[in-house]
């Protein structure tokens, strides 16, 4: 989804997905910073990075996976580069893993040794099927006398035999479990199969108190989600719930509503990644309605329209201590943004808000600065990408801005801002915002005048990184004037290899049929990198 204006390519030339461009690939070091500093079950084991390690370590997958990419590619010069832009995702994957299992170099919290001693952990290694034999394994250090009250399933496809050995083990040590990862833990098996894993796995660990639960990247569906039936309905205590990538229909999601007996503990609730739709949302809402203590709500790329949209906002009205939201992706419109304005007014302790893709345009996007202008004074994170947003919002835009001092991300990118907007955004930057170091106004039509307003709003900020101007329409010019301006940190400043001073010049009708060319697709194939324990 993340779409950029760019210079277009002939029709008669073949399309080539490789190399991507320099933004493409800081792109995806940006991906991977935020991944490797995201807590995890691995964070909670090895230690969480740094953000100045997890950039270093970033910038060296990047490194490491393009030159894979890139010799995989010499090798076909004649294709479209499709095949190493799956190298390149799923190398700089693999990679990002043994990272995350390596943890921080210099590991100043004690926590991470003591952790140690209570998380079980076979998702290391290669993406792998396990029967019987390995099973016994694997699972030993679980039998008899011991003190683990975390276990991490993931990566490892459990068939029957292997289930049935792993069956009185959870039996023996359910009592002591606190939290349990079985994402990815029947991948590739029968559909029969899988949902008998299911079943004997939730019958196992029926009755066993958790505040944690992963239950991601299973394709479950509404069969999948009543197979842990015996599981779900014995959770009282929930704090954390993840079901991403699983194929949450409407009626899955309704099962999930229906089965979990209390979420009055929940405070972390993903949903991303499904085909939940409308009626699906509806579902979710009853289930954030119940939630009074959510602190963290991912429900993004769901298939989520207006009518679902504005149920998930009147839900999210209840949840005063929501500290994180993202409903990325999703085709709310401008009834459901201000629906969903509503529900900010409350959030007194909001600090990431990610509202990109929604269709909110000039109307929705105006109604929620507002209300985030008076509410959230801690806000970290404002990413409103994607929405349509033009000029005419820019003003109640620019006052909401100025009012967070805490920012340290803005994301204003694939809008219509142009130099009225742009320049609107400079001033509203200019004073305070001391902890900014990420400012994203690519492809917003933006000129000379805007570009040059923007570079010398951000410039001197004490910890100031990066500044995304590129996909715009910045003269040769302006160029110049702007990496003038960042002469003594040229670092901060994004490539501009895809900017077009011509852009406006360019026939609107021919645009829309060139506009997927290499770099939509690529990054089309990047934008939801995760870290995916595969081959």
């Known amino acids: 989804m993340d779409l950029a204006t760019q210079t277009f390519q002939h029709r008669s030339l073949p399309i080539k997905l490789w190399p991507p461009s320099q933004s493409s690939r800081l792109m995806l070091v940006e991906r991977m910073t935020k991944n490797l500093t995201t807590p995890s079950i691995f964070s909670r084991k090895y230690g969480l990075l740094s953000k100045d390690e997890a950039e270093e370590d970033a910038k060296h997958i990047e490194d490491i996976a393009f030159a ?74 679980l039998r008899g006398p011991n003190s683990y009250t975390k276990i991490c399933f993931s990566n490892r496809s459990f068939g029957l035999d292997a289930a049935h050995v792993a069956e009185p083990i959870l039996l ?16 590739g ?38 197979a842990f039936e015996s599981l779900l309905r014995s959770q009282r205590d929930l704090e954390e719930l993840y079901l991403m990538n699983d194929g949450i229909s409407e009626e899955a999601a309704r099962a999930v509503c229906e089965l979990i007996p209390s979420t009055k503990k929940l405070r972390v609730l993903h949903f991303h990644n ?18 009074p203590a959510l602190e963290d709500f991912r429900c993004s790329s769901t298939r989520v329209d207006s009518e679902g949209g504005v149920a998930l906002s009147g839900a999210l009205g209840t949840c005063t201590h929501l500290k994180k939201l993202d409903l990325r992706d999703n085709m709310f419109g401008v009834e459901a943004g201000l629906a969903l304005s509503k529900a900010i007014s409350v959030f007194a302790d909001l600090t990431e808000v990610y509202l990109s893709y929604l269709n909110l345009e000039d109307d929705g996007a105006e109604s929620l600065a507002n209300s985030l202008k008076d509410s959230a004074p801690s806000l970290e994170v404002l990413d409103m990408a994607g929405n349509d947003i033009t000029a005419k919002a820019a003003a109640s835009l620019a006052a909401c ?89 040229p670092n901060m ?19 829309e049929e060139d506009g997927a060319d290499n770099e939509d697709e690529l990054e089309s194939k990047l934008k939801n990198l995760e870290i995916k324990q595969n081959e």
């Open 68 to 141: 894979t990419a890139s010799q995989n590619f010499e090798k076909e010069p004649d294709g479209d580069g499709s095949s190493a832009v799956q190298i390149y995702a799923k190398e700089s994957s693999k990679l990002m893993l043994e990272v995350l299992k390596r943890g921080p170099r210099i590991k100043e919290d004690r926590e991470v040794m003591i952790a140690n001693e209570t998380i079980f952990d076979i998702s290391g290694g290669r993406r792998a099927f396990i029967e019987a034999d390995e099973a016994e394994e694997l699972l030993q250090p």
């Open 172 to 187: 023996s040590i359910k009592d002591q479990l606190t939290e349990v990862d079985l994402s990815d833990f029947i991948a």
């Open 189 to 226: 098996r029968p559909e029969a199969e899988a949902l008998e894993v299911m079943n004997i796995f939730s019958s196992a660990l029926e009755g066993s108190v958790l505040r944690y639960l992963n239950l991601s990247n299973n394709a479950m569906g509404e069969k999948g989600v009543r």
């Open 274 to 291: 499904n085909m939940t739709g409308d009626e699906g949302a509806l579902a979710i809402s009853e289930m954030v309605r119940s939630s």
């Open 401 to 489: 801005i100025a009012a967070k001092q805490f920012l340290t991300k803005l994301n204003l990118s694939e809008n219509e801002l142009k130099d009225e907007g742009a320049i609107l955004i400079s001033q509203a930057l200019e004073v305070g915002h001391v902890q900014l170091n990420e400012v994203d106004v690519s492809a917003n039509s933006i000129r000379r005048a805007g570009a040059r307003l923007l570079a010398q709003a951000v410039v001197h900020k004490p910890g100031f990184k990066l500044l995304n101007i590129n996909s715009n329409f910045i003269s040769d010019e302006g160029i110049d004037d702007v990496k003038d301006i960042f002469k003594n940190s």
């Open 493 to 511: 400043l994004g490539p501009l290899d895809e900017n077009d001073p011509e852009g406006e010049d360019l026939d609107e009708e021919e645009a």
